[in-house]
């Protein structure tokens, strides 16, 4: 039972809108740690996608955003491409442990 | 670019300890603003923060395995490393080390391929 709770799947048609929560608790989200997210394409290992809610690392497209209200987080992907198709991970604290959620595959219809 | 390798025995038996060296190239492992992290992933499920290190020697561990895993650094090698003993077939698992960013944000912006250690006889 991870800390972070994602749905274990999500889908969506090329070029539609798709979001992924993320829903914690007073002792991480809701204290107010941020949020960062993950892309893990198949094989590979995870890469940053989000970081400190809204923000996107250099070379993310400007298709991903993330944003965070009080004891949840979401990831928006818009315009979905194939190559999107992949693994997305929520990871906050809780006091001075790092906590990760368990994971939403997403699938390209 | 900052690069991260793991590298160690693919294979450990039961109840013995699992040794894993991460080497960092293209930047320095003893910087103020980074610590750095190894975490887990079982094979199909999710991944699991084992913990993370300062330069200077601060630790901190996952409470669920806490009492078995030790890590530390060696700057002068730009190297820092995870041993976790008495292992058991749940500690299977693709091993990454990564670079955490000592920001409001903590992000993990630089991470390892990945090595796959089974627990096996």
């Known amino acids: 039972q991870s800390v972070l709770t994602q749905p274990p799947s999500v889908s969506g048609a090329p070029g539609q809108r798709v979001t992924i929560s993320c829903t914690g608790s007073?002792?991480?989200?809701?204290?107010?740690?941020?949020v960062n997210w993950y892309q893990q394409l198949p094989g590979t290992a995870p890469k940053l996608l989000i970081y400190?809610?809204?923000n996107r690392p250099s070379g993310v497209p400007d298709r991903f955003s993330g944003s965070k209200s009080g004891t949840s987080a979401s990831l928006a992907i818009t315009g979905l491409q194939a190559e999107d198709e992949a693994d997305y991970y929520c990871?906050?604290?809780?006091?001075?442990?790092?906590?990760f959620g368990g994971g939403t595959k997403l699938t390209v219809l | 670019q900052l690069q991260l390798q793991e590298s160690g025995p693919g294979l450990v038996k039961p109840s013995e300890t699992l040794s894993l060296t991460c080497t960092v190239s293209?930047?320095?492992?003893?910087?103020?603003?980074?610590?750095w992290t190894w975490i887990r992933q079982p094979p199909g499920k999710e991944l699991e923060w084992i913990g993370s290190?300062?330069?200077?020697?601060?630790?901190y561990y996952n409470p669920s395995i806490k009492t078995r895993v030790t890590m530390s650094v060696d700057t002068s090698k730009n190297q820092f490393s995870l041993k976790l003993s008495s292992v058991t077939a749940a500690d299977t698992a693709v091993y990454y080390c990564?670079?955490?960013?000592?920001?409001?944000?903590?992000?993990?912006?630089?991470w390892g391929q990945g090595t796959l250690v089974t627990v096996s006889s």
């Open positions: 007073s002792s991480n989200i809701g204290a107010g740690y941020d």
């Open positions: 990871q906050s604290h809780d006091s001075s442990l790092k906590v």
């Open positions: 990564a670079r955490e960013y000592l920001g409001n944000d903590g992000q993990l912006d630089y």
């Open positions: 290190m300062h330069y200077f020697g601060n630790t």
């Open positions: 293209g930047g320095s492992i003893s910087s103020s603003s980074y610590s």
């Open positions: 400190g809610n809204t």
